[in-house]
């Protein structure tokens, strides 16, 4: 009898990529670990994840970047806000080209985008040349779509980033799907979470309503990441809001939120960690 001992085959950068992506499905640090896995198999600098809803701004479940300064949160509130969202016409293919379900791949170079307005505030603005995406049709009528972007010192998609984005496109979304479905259960509302933003409003009056929705996912245990993916906004503008509520409560710590507006927890803040733990908000003028 003959026995051979074999190895374990090699993945495809595509595969590589996936079984990364995939194992860092339902983990704080989804979006960062995922980025990586995809940055040597497609060569993206950022990516963002969002959904297009009718007669609704759109809602971005998470993004991330690796080489480049991190504007992905900053291009995303300039689609929603500035009403880009309205006039953008580069996912018409993803609705001509089957029902719910039916996923498609798209390509488009900056001097492509839909309009000059979003050309610039988009693109030229921040460096970007060039974008590739996989999206599909919901059942509920909202398009979800996977967006990879090159900056200006990488140029264009090269045709093996193209293949191997090709291969991996579909089991990416729907791992992506099942990460933004993770989010929502994270962000499930915990006991009368109304409590807590009228406990906060009673307590100071002058807190903003951005301010409060930081607060009161802070008060049902998220994390500032989860934050950030639920309200659609980027790390840094969640700790700033973050910062800008706890000055406004005279608090300099999370703890002492909790102890405040926990219910059972004493209603007088008292301060629970020293300076330079995690939890310090530095005071922001």
């Given at each position: 009898?003959q026995?051979?001992?074999?190895?374990?085959?090699?993945?495809?950068?595509?595969?590589?990529?996936?079984?990364?992506?995939?194992?860092?499905?339902?983990r704080?640090?989804?979006?960062?670990?995922a980025?990586?896995?995809?940055?040597?198999?497609?060569?993206?600098?950022?990516?963002?994840?969002?959904?297009?809803?009718?007669?609704?701004?759109?809602?971005?479940?998470?993004?991330?970047?690796?080489?480049?300064?991190?504007?992905?949160?900053?291009?995303?509130?300039?689609?929603?806000?500035?009403?880009?969202?309205?006039?953008?016409?580069?996912?018409?293919?993803?609705r001509?080209?089957?029902?719910?379900?039916?996923?498609?791949?798209?390509?488009?170079?900056?001097?492509?985008?839909?309009?000059?307005?979003?050309?610039?505030?988009?693109?030229?603005?921040?460096?970007?040349?060039?974008?590739?995406?996989?999206?599909?049709?919901e059942?509920?009528?909202?398009?979800?779509?996977?967006?990879?972007?090159?900056?200006?010192?990488?140029?264009?998609?090269?045709?093996?980033?193209?293949?191997?984005?090709?291969?991996?496109?579909?089991?990416?979304?729907?791992?992506?799907?099942?990460?933004?479905?993770?989010?929502?259960?994270?962000?499930?509302?915990?006991?009368?979470?109304?409590?807590?933003?009228?406990?906060?409003?009673?307590?100071?009056?002058?807190?903003?309503?951005?301010?409060?929705?930081?607060?009161?996912?802070?008060?049902?245990?998220?994390?500032?990441?989860?934050?950030?993916?639920?309200?659609?906004?980027?790390?840094?503008?969640?700790?700033?809001?973050?910062?800008?509520?706890?000055?406004?409560?005279?608090?300099?710590?999370?703890?002492e939120?909790?102890?405040?507006?926990?219910?059972?927890?004493?209603?007088?803040?008292?301060?629970?960690?020293?300076?330079?733990?995690?939890?310090?908000?530095?005071?922001?003028?």
């Amino acid at each position: 009898m003959q026995a051979w001992t074999l190895g374990a085959p090699r993945p495809t950068p595509a595969q590589a990529a996936l079984d990364s992506v995939i194992g860092a499905v339902a983990r704080p640090h989804f979006a960062a670990a995922a980025l990586a896995a995809l940055e040597g198999a497609v060569g993206a600098a950022s990516w963002a994840v969002y959904r297009l809803r009718p007669q609704r701004p759109p809602t971005m479940h998470l993004s991330a970047s690796r080489g480049v300064p991190d504007t992905t949160g900053e291009c995303f509130a300039i689609y929603r806000d500035a009403g880009l969202y309205h006039r953008d016409r580069s996912f018409d293919a993803v609705r001509a080209h089957g029902g719910p379900g039916s996923a498609v791949m798209l390509r488009m170079h900056a001097d492509e985008a839909p309009s000059a307005d979003h050309r610039q505030a988009i693109y030229l603005r921040h460096g970007m040349v060039e974008r590739l995406s996989v999206a599909r049709l919901e059942s509920d009528g909202s398009l979800l779509a996977v967006n990879l972007y090159r900056h200006a010192p990488q140029g264009r998609f090269g045709d093996a980033q193209l293949d191997h984005f090709g291969q991996l496109a579909q089991p990416l979304l729907a791992a992506v799907a099942r990460h933004a479905e993770w989010q929502q259960e994270q962000a499930a509302p915990s006991p009368a979470p109304s409590d807590h933003r009228q406990a906060l409003r009673r307590r100071c009056d002058a807190l903003t309503e951005r301010e409060l929705d930081v607060l009161e996912r802070l008060l049902r245990g998220m994390t500032y990441d989860g934050i950030a993916a639920d309200l659609g906004l980027s790390l840094a503008t969640v700790k700033t809001y973050r910062a800008r509520a706890f000055e406004r409560l005279d608090i300099r710590f999370k703890s002492e939120l909790f102890a405040a507006f926990m219910p059972g927890a004493s209603c007088t803040p008292q301060p629970q960690a020293l300076p330079g733990i995690p939890d310090f908000a530095p005071t922001q003028r």
